[in-house]
């Protein structure tokens, strides 16, 4: 996709709203401002109708039941909400070890931190292996009845590794033990509609979806809902779990993203989105550089618009900056950029920090087209040959 003389490959940061998403959000922003809780009047009940209609579009693509959506900020919130919200409603005396897999978002290993230092439970961190699978035989020896939760993310935002979550699922029923899922990155990549069949709790982010900004859901199994402790207090919406007035707009927004996810052009999108990925890196892959694929292979384990790609001797951030304002790509997670870590991802699929700081996440999507991935591999090329020439590659 390109904004005027820019390409933009970084979906998995944020996607573009789509104009089909703007134009049914339009009139909540205009004539229909209606408070969806004003029970009194027309405007309050048409707010009220879209809301429920969009909580019934983001159920559909994920399997679940209108009641079992909530509206949240996020995804980040979302997760915050599942853990916190488990872990400050349960009985002392209960289970007291939460599972987290290690490549998690930092909106949950950073829960994970709270839940320890400031709610006294033992959290374990079950590794993942060179290509981002969690680990399946760690997980079934540190796994026990005294498990409260685990939770593990659908689909990886830095190198795209999709989970086999029925698996995970399994190992946890068997053990009684709740499973909630980061899918934020998920519709993107994967079909969804029979996910509640596995998971338990589940996050979703409206603008990874070609939604807006600022809204997410938690899906949480009917018969769960009582076992959470809202985060946010107040009037008593969304069935306790989360008071403060719904953002109509904004959900209806969430809705008609999800809408397009589950419709039947999905699977179509997906599999021509991984076709222009899989150019882009065999173009790079040409070049008379070395590029290696972080991450699991490129087929049906990876999210189709993710390509994290290693420059071994260059440094991503120069290479990033080379290519600017051309072409937005980014090293790995937008929410952590600012902290001068390494990925920790990128490090726990075993990586070098070296490696890690020559790595770049390209991520393309609904709007990519092949001449933007043609003028987006000479942009790469050529900004590798500047960098090389000038001197400022590092031997390994
Ligand atoms: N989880 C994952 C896997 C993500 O990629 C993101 C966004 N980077 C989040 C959670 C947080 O989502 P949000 O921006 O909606 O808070």
Redesign the pocket.
């Known amino acids: 996709m390109k904004i005027g003389n820019a390409l933009y490959f970084d979906h998995q940061a944020t996607t573009p709203l789509d104009a089909r998403v703007l134009d049914k959000m339009r009139p909540y922003l205009e004539d229909s401002f209606g408070n969806p809780h004003s029970s009194d009047h027309n405007f309050g009940w048409c707010a009220a109708q879209a809301v429920d209609d969009a909580s019934r579009q983001v159920a559909q693509l994920i399997g679940a039941d209108s009641d079992e959506i909530v509206f949240t900020s ?3 919130e979302a ?1 915050n909400l599942a853990l916190l919200g488990l872990a400050r409603k349960a009985a002392r005396d209960t289970r007291q070890n939460i599972l987290l897999g290690t490549s998690e ?1 930092k ?1 949950v290993l950073a829960v994970g931190h709270v839940l320890e230092s400031q709610l006294g439970y033992k959290v374990k961190h079950i590794p993942v292996d060179c290509h981002g699978h969690v680990l399946l035989d760690q997980l079934y020896e540190i796994i026990n009845d005294d498990v409260f939760f685990i939770s593990i ?1 659908a689909v990886n ?1 830095e190198i795209g590794t999709i989970q086999r979550l029925k698996t995970i699922s399994d190992i946890a029923r068997q053990h009684g033990v709740i499973f909630h899922c ?1 899918a ?2 998920a519709p993107c990549a994967t079909d969804l509609s029979k996910i509640t069949e596995h998971v338990d709790l589940l996050s979703l ?1 409206a ?2 979806m070609y939604g807006p900004k600022g809204i ?1 859901a938690l899906y949480a199994r009917r018969e769960l809902q009582n076992l959470v402790e809202p985060m946010i207090y107040g009037g008593g919406q969304q069935n306790n779990l989360r008071s403060g007035t719904i953002p109509t707009a904004l959900c209806v927004g969430m809705g008609t993203a999800a809408e397009l996810m589950a419709s039947p052009q999905a699977l179509a999108e997906r599999l021509a989105i991984a076709n222009l990925r899989d150019q882009f890196v065999e173009k790079l892959q040409s070049l008379p550089w070395p590029i290696e694929i972080n991450g699991p292979m490129l087929g049906r384990d990876r999210h189709p618009g993710n390509a994290n790609l290693r420059f071994d001797g260059f440094s991503a951030h120069e290479i990033l900056g080379a290519l600017q304002p051309r072409l937005a790509a980014s090293t790995g ?3 952590t950029t600012g902290i001068p870590e390494p990925s920790h991802v990128l490090m726990e699929i075993g990586l070098t920090p070296d490696q890690a700081d020559s790595s770049i996440r390209f991520s393309i999507g609904r709007f990519t087209t092949k001449q933007d991935i043609e003028e987006a591999a000479e942009l790469v090329a050529d900004a590798l040959s500047r960098i090389a020439n000038a001197g400022i590659v590092q031997t390994a």
């Open positions: 996020g995804a980040t997760n978002h909106s993310m935002n980061d934020a990155q982010s603008h990874k997410g997670s937008a929410c």
